[in-house]
């Protein structure tokens, strides 16, 4: 079998805070098939976006890897130099973020930033295009994510766009650099309900149409379960729970993720999430054991002391917790 595309092995990470270190990730490993749909769901707070942040390499200032690796293409990004990183943000790798005021330059006219992702691109593949080119192109790409009178847009500055319609140009963006691997952080958050699944789908279109992979970071779970084929449970930094869409919404078997399916709202938009009692822990010192043992109603005194392993429950099936693996293993 080949390599994944992606694959992160133990990653942990760490943000200094006034000389204090919160530990976030705590050795998290993902793994993403070319083509493959993943989802990562959990609680705010989890650490999903420092992961997808890793992979790209633009984690904020404070933030420190600890350990681990991850690699694309069998390649370890952490090791990669400023080139091969540009090239990897370039032409393959690329990131829907939750806020879409955060990708997007408010000085700069749509036009005038999408073309200079095309032309970036087809420089790193060693060819240079014509302006009309490169305006062919994002105009190709604007009605892709259907937007209407892709000419208008190119000449909008982003305040001048719906918040509906920033979304649909930063996915136009990340498209332009993504031929391999969408990450999509919450893509649909700050829209209106009845624009998220609209655009939930376009990406899934899109994703099916040009074969990309994508990770997938979403509160929606209804989509995330319409989508993805594989998904990863995290609490606290760590996957406490994985296996194929359809096992892990059907039979879920870590506490956390059924208390977290039971805590969203109703598919159906009836009934009240109710949430998880308690909260995420503090990073600067977290729980020593299961990172979710306090919060848990099934903890037993050996969920206190070491972590436990992951263990496969059923094929392809994997969760990290004692209530499926040998106490104190
Ligand atoms: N730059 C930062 N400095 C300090 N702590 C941070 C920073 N960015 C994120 N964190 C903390 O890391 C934890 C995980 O955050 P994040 O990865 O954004 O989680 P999620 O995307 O699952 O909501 C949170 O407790 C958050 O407050
Ligand atoms: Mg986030």
Do not use: W
Request: proline letters at 6%; glycine letters at 8%; aromatic letters at 6%.
């Amino acid at each position: 079998m080949n390599a994944p595309l992606l694959q992160i092995n133990g990653l942990h990470v760490a943000y200094k805070v006034y000389g204090t270190r919160h530990h976030v990730l705590n050795g998290i490993s993902i793994s993403v098939e070319k083509g493959e749909k993943v989802g990562i769901i959990g609680e705010s707070g989890c650490g999903k976006t420092t992961t997808l942040k890793s992979v790209l390499r633009i984690l904020p200032s404070n933030a420190l890897i600890e350990g681990g690796e991850i690699l694309y293409d069998s390649k370890n990004v952490l090791k990669m130099d400023g080139n091969e990183l540009r090239k990897l943000r370039r032409t393959k790798v690329s990131m829907i973020f939750q806020d879409p005021t955060a990708a997007l330059n408010p000085v700069f006219k749509i036009g005038e930033q999408l073309f200079d992702i095309i032309r970036a691109k087809y420089e790193d593949g060693g060819r240079s295009l014509t302006s009309k080119e490169i305006r062919e192109e994002a105009e190709m790409l604007i009605r892709q994510v259907m937007l209407p009178e892709p000419e208008r847009i190119l000449s909008s500055y982003p305040f001048q766009l719906s918040g509906g319609m920033r979304q649909r140009v930063m996915i136009a963006m990340a498209l332009a650099s993504a031929s391999e691997l969408l990450l999509a952080d919450e893509p649909t958050t700050n829209l209106d309900v009845t624009i998220q699944d609209q655009i939930l789908r376009l990406i899934d279109r899109i994703v099916n149409e040009k074969k990309l992979s994508i990770v997938l970071v979403s509160h929606a779970l209804g989509a995330v379960r319409k989508m993805v084929n594989r998904v990863y449970v995290m609490y606290a930094g760590t996957i406490v729970e994985e296996g194929r869409t359809r096992d892990v919404f059907e039979n879920p078997l870590h506490p956390y993720t059924k208390m977290l399916l039971a805590s969203a709202p109703k598919l159906t938009g009836e009934g009240i999430s109710e949430g998880i009692p308690g909260r995420i822990p503090d990073y600067s010192s977290p729980p020593p054991g299961c990172r979710f043992h306090p919060r848990c109603p099934s903890a037993t005194p050996a969920c206190r002391f070491k972590e436990p392993k992951m263990v496969e429950v059923e094929p392809n099936h994997r969760v990290a917790c004692y209530l499926y693996s040998m106490r104190g293993e």
